[in-house]
Structure formats: structure tokens, C-alpha cells
């Protein structure tokens, strides 16, 4: 399963709290639907994509990742009631870790030469990125980086 937000017009993080409420509930729905069918097939689901632009939608990793950090939170909490309750989504993976690899130029689409991050080239650099600096992301990701260890 994947769950993008901005990709699928479901939210965009220049929006408000009232935006963001109903932006979970679409979210919400969308997982019941693969829940579903995840039983009928008898079958686990790993969320093997999700992410989160910075907000405001800047690109530059010095700016706010409040409600990025929000969404996680959810998600993540999603995934860990799943488990804890022997249900159909068992693991999750973020998008994505780009560590140390800050864009060159944040915003614009990857050029020869650039710095590699998570991004992928055909899209803004710096969209979806977790820097190594996004210490209050990196929080979160360690908080639950236990799940579905025995």
C-alpha cells in the first residue's frame, strides 16, 4: 500500500488544521479499503510508501516539519494498533531518508552533478526528503523503529 498525499491533491501542507483533519479521514478510508481486501485475500500489507512535504511546501531543510511530524505520528501509530491487534498491515517504510544528501538546490529537479537524496529525479528535490538534521522527524521514526520486533 502507498498513501501520498500531495501526489493524489489530498492535502498540501500550505493548508490548515480543518484541511489536515479531513486529509485523515481520506486516509483513513483508503486504509480500511486495503484492510479489506487484505482479508478477503487472506493476505498481510506492508505500507511501503508514505511522506510528507515540509510545511508550507519550502524545500529547504531549515524550514518546519510540524505537521509532516503529525502525519507520522499517525501512521505510525496505525501500524503499531495493527500489529498489537493481530490485523492485516504488519509494516510500514517511510519516503525516504536522504541523511546528509541536502539538494544543491532545493526545490528544482535533480540535475548531473547534484546531490543524491531520497527524491526521486523526476521530482522536486527536497519534496519528501528526511534530512539527518530533521532531528524531531528522526524522534519519531526511533520511537516506533521497535515495531514487529519480538
Do not use: C
Amino acid at each position: 500500500m502507498h498513501i501520498w498525499l500531495q501526489n493524489w491533491n489530498w492535502f498540501s501542507s500550505n493548508q490548515g488544521v480543518d484541511d489536515y483533519e479531513n486529509m485523515l479521514k481520506k486516509v483513513d478510508d483508503y486504509w480500511e479499503v486495503h484492510v479489506a481486501a487484505a482479508e478477503k485475500l487472506n493476505k498481510p500489507i506492508v505500507l511501503e510508501e508514505f511522506g510528507l512535504a515540509r510545511d508550507s511546501l519550502k524545500f529547504n531543510p531549515k524550514y518546519s516539519v510540524d505537521l509532516r511530524n503529525k502525519f507520522y505520528g499517525h501512521i505510525f501509530q496505525k501500524v503499531l494498533n495493527s500489529i498489537k491487534k493481530n490485523g492485516r498491515v504488519l509494516g510500514l517504510n517511510f519516503w525516504s531518508y536522504s541523511g546528509e544528501g541536502i539538494p544543491n538546490k532545493p526545490g528544482f529537479y535533480w540535475t548531473k552533478g547534484d546531490h543524491i537524496t531520497g527524491d526521486s529525479p523526476h521530482e522536486k528535490q527536497g519534496w519528501y526528503s528526511v534530512y539527518s538534521t530533521d532531528i524531531s522527524t528522526l524522534k519519531i521514526i526511533e520511537t516506533y523503529s521497535w515495531i514487529g520486533r519480538s
